[in-house]
């Protein structure tokens, strides 16, 4: 079974740097497409990156492109989340999530993936 553990997140001023990670065990993580979501209260779980299983191709979404950046390192089994200039509106609870399927598709909907970790808290104060 698929765990993922997410760790990194805390209380920074507005355009702060921050670095998220998550471990991942519990079988061929490697392989997988994975990616970061968040979630604000009384939103939908909103996608902000994704990596297919070998780290060389990435998607972004609009709200964080240019500010956030995703990697993943296949020996530690980590995947990372970078993070720049952060904004009030980044404030949020971060998930990383893993989609086990064998193939180079990113979702960008929260349904596609398979396993998620427990969520680390990034709150931005202005």
């Known amino acids: 079974q698929v765990q993922l553990v997410e760790s990194g997140g805390g209380l920074v001023q507005a355009g702060d740097s921050l670095g998220l990670s998550c471990a991942a065990s519990g079988g061929p993580v490697s392989s997988y497409t994975m990616g970061w979501f968040r979630q604000s209260p009384g939103k939908e779980r909103e996608f902000v990156a994704g990596?297919?299983?070998?780290?060389?191709?990435?998607k972004h979404g609009d709200a964080v492109k240019g500010r956030f950046t995703i990697s993943r390192d296949n020996d530690q089994n980590i995947l990372y989340l970078h993070i720049r200039s952060l904004k009030p509106e980044d404030t949020a609870v971060y998930y990383c999530?893993?989609?086990?399927?064998?193939?180079?598709?990113?979702?960008?909907?929260?349904?596609?993936?398979?396993?998620w970790g427990q969520g680390t808290q990034v709150t931005v104060s202005s």
């Open positions: 999530a893993l989609r086990e399927k064998l193939d180079v598709t990113i979702p960008i909907t929260a349904n596609e993936y398979d396993f």
């Open positions: 990596t297919i299983w070998n780290g060389e191709r990435a």
